[in-house]
DNA sequence: CTGAAAGCGCTAACAT
DNA sequence: ATGTTAGCGCTTTCAG
C-alpha cells in the first residue's frame, strides 16, 4: 500500500540510501539530488516506516509517561511539561493511564523491555521502589516524579510534603485555630504519609496535643472528601479547619459544608494541596499549595532524555523543588 | 544487552520458529517443548522486539486517542471508555495531547502514515473534514469522537447538540426565565455553533425575540467564562440565567457573580455542558447535560478495532447518542 | 510437531 | 557524492 524508500529511490532514479541521507542527516549530498528525491518524496507520499526504523536504529524517539490517572489536573498539568520538553528535543511523548493500577503500571513499564519506548517517566507510581530499581538495574531508563528513588540511574523530582505541610499548620494556627482536622488520601499513598507528618510535627512543634478523631482518611477524591467529612460531623466534636490532604478532597468538604448550612471560611476554614485549575473559581476561593507541576515535567524530562543520549552516570539526579502557599478565602480569616 | 529470540531458542535447545510459535498462537506445540520454551523465556528475561514484531507483522496492536486537550475532565472520561475497551481486545492505547493546536494534531496523524499506529482516534478535532477524510482515503484507519465526518471509512459517535441545547432552554423557560444569556465556546468550534442555534431555535419556538447583546463568546474555559460574565454585567442589562456552553465556563460564572454577590439560583439560574466531575460538588450544585462520555470512548474503539480487522464497510458507521439534562440546584429554582 | 530460511523496510559501513 | 549490501529481530511459509 504505501510507498518505501526502494520506491521513491526508484522515482528519483538515486539508490535508497541517498533517500535515506536526505531524509536524515541531509549532510554529504548535492542540492540537485536532494531536490529530486524531495520530489519524490511528495509525490509518492512517502513516510519512512517506524518499525523498520526502530528495528535498524535500535531506539524509537518515544517517551512513555505512566500517569497514575488522568482524570486528575495534577497529572495533566504536568505532563505538559514534559510534552513540550520532550518535543522541542524531537521525542514523541505517550501518555498511558495507570487507572490507579499497579497491574497497569507494570504493564506499561514493560514497553521498556519490548523497546516500545526509549524511556519512561512515572508520576507518582504505586510499584515498590525495589520494582522500579529492578527495571533501571537492567539499563532501561526511567524517571521518577512525586518520589525520591535511591538509586543511581533514576532521575526524580519531588516537593517537600513535610514542609508545605507544616506551613499549611502555621498558616492555620496563626488564623487562630487549634482543632484542625486533617483529611488525608488514602493511607498507603507516600503523599499521605508525608502530609500526616508535617501535620503532627506542626502540632508538636505548637504543643498542641495530637487528637486521632481529627484524622479522616480519603481517597483524594471529592467524594472520599465528602465522606470523610460527613463521618467527622457525625463524631459531634468541635473543630474549626480542615486541613484536605489535595484540592479534590476539600471540593467534597465544600459539599459536605454545603448541605449542613456551614459557612465557608467563617465557621470553618478549609485548605487544599496541589492548586487545582478549579480550586481558584469555586466559591470561596481555596486556599491551597502549588507546586511547579509543568516545571517538574520539563525538568526530569530533560534529566532522562540527557541520561538517555549519553548513558552515564551524571551529577544532578535529584530534585526538591518547592512549593508555594496560597492563602485564598477559604482560609483567610482571623478567628478572634 | 537484551535476549533476543535466537538466544531463548538456544537455551531451549529448539528452533527460533518454535520459540513464536509458543508466545504467539500457541498450538501445534507438544506441551513438554512449550515447558521447555517458557523456562528459557523466564531465565532470560526475554521480550519480544516490537519494532521487530511490528515490521514483520505489519501490524502493532497500538491505537493513538488524539485529544484536544488531556487537562479538560471531557476527554479523559472518554478516553478510559477507550482504554478499557481496547485493552480488552489486547490493543495498547497512548494519548496524545494536541494542546488546541491543529498543527500538532497533523503531526499526530502522521503516526497512522509511518504506521506508529494501526488506527487513531480523534476527539473533537480542529482539523477539517476534507483533511481527515484525506486520510483515510489513504487506506488509514481513523474514527472521530464528536463530529460526523461524511465518509464511508470514518466511524463516529456524536451527541446532538442542537437537541439538548433546546432542552437547557425549554428548563430554562418553564422555570420562568425569559431573559436568558448564552456563553459560547470559542466560535469556531463546531460544538460552539450547535449549541448556539439549540438556544436560537428555542427562542424561536417560543416566540421570544432574539437579542444579541445576550450571547457572549468564551473559550470554554474558567477564565473565559469569568471574563465573558463581566463584559455582560458592564452592559448594565438585565438578564436572569446563563446558558454555558460547558461547566468550565460555567464555573467562570460562579465566580463572577461571588465577586458580585449575586447569589445563584435565586439571582441568577446557571446551566453548565458535560457534566464535569467537579460539577456536583460546587455550591451550589450545578445543573448540566451529561453525555455518556465512557460509553462513547468504547463504542467507537470498538467499531474502529472491527473496521481494521476485515477491513470492509460495515453499516453501522454513525452513532448518534443521546445526552441527558441533569437539573442541580443552580437553576432548579421557580421564578414568579 | 519442528526446523530452515526468506524477508518485513530501513540505515550505516564500506566501496567506488 | 553516491551506490551496494548486510543485518536489525522477528514471523511465517515451506519442508521434513
Redo the contacts with the bound molecule.
Keep these: 500500500m ?1 510507498a ?3 520506491d521513491v ?1 526508484a522515482k528519483a ?9 536526505v ?3 541531509a ?4 542540492s ?3 531536490d529530486k528525491v524531495m520530489k519524490a518524496v511528495d509525490e509518492l507520499n ?4 517506524a ?3 526502530n ?4 531506539k524509537t524517539m518515544n517517551i512513555g509517561v505512566i500517569a497514575q490517572d488522568i482524570n486528575n489536573a495534577y497529572f495533566t498539568e504536568i505532563i505538559k511539561g514534559i510534552e513540550n520538553m520532550a518535543y522541542a528535543q524531537k521525542y514523541r511523548v505517550f501518555i498511558c493511564d495507570a487507572e490507579n493500577q499497579p497491574e497497569k503500571e507494570r504493564e506499561y513499564v514493560t514497553m521498556l523491555m519490548d523497546r516500545t519506548m526509549d524511556g519512561v517517566i512515572m508520576i507518582t507510581p504505586q510499584l515498590s521502589d525495589e520494582e522500579i530499581c529492578e527495571v533501571a538495574n537492567k539499563g532501561y531508563f526511567i524517571a521518577v516524579i512525586g518520589r525520591n528513588i535511591e538509586h543511581p540511574r533514576i532521575p526524580c523530582i519531588y516537593t517537600d510534603n513535610v514542609k508545605f505541610s507544616r506551613q499549611v499548620m502555621e498558616h492555620l494556627l496563626a488564623c487562630g485555630h487549634r482543632d484542625i482536622v486533617f483529611l488525608n488520601g488514602y493511607p498507603e499513598a507516600i503523599d499521605s504519609y508525608e502530609r500526616l507528618e508535617g501535620y503532627l510535627k506542626a502540632l508538636k512543634d505548637n504543643q498542641i496535643p495530637f487528637r486521632p478523631e481529627l484524622v479522616e482518611n480519603g481517597d483524594f477524591n471529592e467524594n472520599g472528601g465528602y465522606e470523610a467529612m460527613k463521618r467527622l460531623f457525625d463524631k459531634k466534636i468541635p473543630f474549626s479547619a480542615v486541613f484536605a490532604a489535595n484540592d479534590e478532597m476539600a471540593l467534597g468538604v465544600y459539599q459536605a459544608c454545603a448541605e449542613r448550612g456551614i459557612s465557608i471560611p467563617d465557621q470553618l476554614a478549609v485548605v487544599g494541596v496541589d492548586n487545582n485549575r478549579i480550586s481558584k473559581y469555586v466559591t470561596p476561593p481555596l486556599s491551597t499549595v502549588n507546586q511547579p507541576k509543568y516545571t517538574m515535567g520539563a525538568i526530569i524530562v530533560e534529566r532522562l532524555i540527557d541520561q538517555m543520549n549519553d548513558n552515564q552516570y551524571e551529577d544532578k539526579r535529584v530534585f526538591v523543588v518547592d512549593s508555594e502557599l496560597l492563602v485564598r478565602g477559604s482560609s483567610n480569616f482571623a478567628r478572634k
Design positions: 504505501d518505501k524508500i526502494i529511490a532514479g538515486v539508490s535508497p540510501a541517498t533517500v535515506s541521507r531524509l536524515n542527516q549532510n554529504g549530498v548535492t540537485k539530488t536532494r512517502y513516510h519512512p516506516n518499525a523498520a526504523k528495528l535498524r536504529q535500535q
